[in-house]
Nanobody, 126 residues
């Protein structure tokens, strides 16, 4: 069983950068496609970014494309989300998620992810 723990959240100003990390334990992430999702107060959980198990494919929500970058380090068993030029509308709890995968597909469909972290809060002030 894979356990996921997010870190790196905090309070920043608009235009600042943050790097979120997702550390996995219990099992190697080498066969897991990974994703980041977020949930703002009063809203549903939405897709942010995804990366294939090999790291060869990535996908992003339109709202973060060009500002956020997802990456993975198999040796460290971690997945990161680099967030640049943050905006107040990026304020949310950010969740790391994983799903067993044997292809290079990435997906933003949250029900396909079987493992979830507890989230880390990101607050962007204007």
């Amino acid at each position: 069983q894979v356990q996921l723990v997010e870190s790196g959240g905090g309070l920043v100003q608009a235009g600042d950068s943050l790097r979120l990390s997702c550390a996995a334990s219990g099992r190697a992430l080498s066969n897991y496609a990974m994703g980041w999702f977020r949930q703002a107060p009063g809203k549903g959980r939405e897709f942010v970014a995804a990366i294939s198990w090999s790291g060869g494919s990535t996908s992003y929500a339109d709202s973060v494309k060009g500002r956020f970058t997802i990456s993975r380090d198999s040796a460290k068993n971690m997945v990161d989300l680099q967030m640049n030029n943050l905006k107040p509308e990026d304020t949310a709890v950010y969740y790391c998620a994983g799903r067993w995968a044997t292809d290079q597909e990435t997906t933003g469909l949250r029900w396909l992810y079987s493992h979830w972290g507890r989230g880390t809060q990101v607050t962007v002030s204007s």
